[in-house]
């Protein structure tokens, strides 16, 4: 899918034509297809689909930490216009964790329980920067104490295990900003924890993100969390982004079948009646492995056609907005 280039001067992240595909003992997984979008500096892009469409692969792929059975490739993978596709396993080692840095879904499996919290804040901080052990840990302490960690300095020599959920993703949110990155890769971060902390969390990210101008790609299946938090909005299926747009446009007039399912399964304050059933998508994601034509979404698809089995055009009418369907610009149905 191409998506209309734009200046690279405030772009941190410039993805054009990624593809992952894996090799499995029932074929080759199609995992991520064509996927092509940008983030410029100070924008929030949020990814979001049902679990398996390639959202989490998305991510591993442009921080290169694909599996080895994973193989990787685009027509331009760039951060800070820097290509990655292109660039050397050391070369893209010195940027991971310096110019770019994720957090990933679970604290308890992402943090290592053999080591306390200052050791793994200031590991990287110490292997990209050069500095000496107080200056890492005056960072890690002023870190901490940003993301809302009470007593910072007393935690550093705690283990994981010794700190709540909602703590222990505060210490990865502060591990990734350990550096100063331009790109920050936030994959459901908020997805383990209660309701409340979810929104501190979610709120933290907002704040710290318009406060240090970073880039950032919030990775979720939930769209009520995406309105709080982007600007613009990219909805996976089967591997491709289907939808792509600003949020707010995306929400007042869908275009594509499967982001108008999901709108409809969130309940709406006012208008969703008390214990009526929420919508649901009938039907499950199509196994991407061997050869893959026309819509991935037509079998699930109220409108479906017989154009949709061939290949499917991609709409385009503004430079950021899009969408891969028969449906027109109207909302009519080709």
């Not at 996976?236 to 079948?257: K, L, N, T, W």
Request: proline content about 7%; glycine content about 8%.
């Amino acid at each position: 899918m191409d998506a209309t280039p734009s200046p690279r001067g405030d772009v941190a992240l410039d993805v054009q034509g990624l593809t992952v595909d894996i090799d499995t003992p029932r074929g080759e997984l199609h995992a991520v297809r064509d996927v092509s979008f940008q983030v410029r500096r100070g924008e929030t892009l949020c990814i979001v689909g049902e679990s398996g469409c390639g959202k989490s692969m998305t991510s591993l792929a442009i921080m290169g930490l694909l599996p080895k059975a994973a193989r990787r490739s685009a027509r331009r993978l760039a951060v800070l216009d820097e290509d990655l596709a292109r660039a050397g396993r050391r070369r893209v080692n010195a940027l991971r964790g310096r110019r770019m840095a994720m957090i990933f879904q679970e604290p308890m499996t992402a943090l290592n329980p053999a080591y306390t919290i200052g050791t793994q804040l200031t590991e990287h901080y110490l292997h990209h920067l050069h500095t000496g052990e107080r200056q890492a840990r005056d960072r890690a302490v002023e870190l901490l104490e940003k993301v809302g960690i009470a007593s910072a300095a007393q935690r550093l020599g705690q283990y994981p295990h010794q700190l709540s959920g909602g703590l222990r993703q505060r210490v990865m949110i502060a591990m990734a900003l350990m550096c100063g990155p331009d790109l920050l890769i936030a994959d459901e971060p908020s997805t383990a924890l209660d309701v409340t902390i979810q929104a501190q969390i979610l709120r933290l990210l907002a704040d710290l993100q318009a406060e240090l101008g970073i880039a950032m790609v919030l990775i979720t299946h939930d769209l009520g969390v995406v309105a709080r938090i982007a600007r613009n909005v990219a909805v996976m299926y089967a591997g491709q982004i289907v939808e792509q747009g600003p949020v707010r446009d995306i929400y007042a007039a869908p275009r594509h079948p499967y982001t108008e399912g999901l709108l409809g399964c969130i309940p709406v304050p006012g208008r969703t009646p008390p214990g009526e059933p929420l919508g649901t998508i009938p039907g499950v994601v199509p196994a991407l492995t061997g050869a893959l034509a026309g819509c991935a979404f037509h079998d699930r698809c109220a409108h479906a056609r017989p154009a949709c089995r061939a290949e499917v055009p991609l709409r385009q009418p503004a430079p950021q907005r899009l969408w891969r369907c028969i449906r027109q610009d109207n909302g009519a149905y080709a």
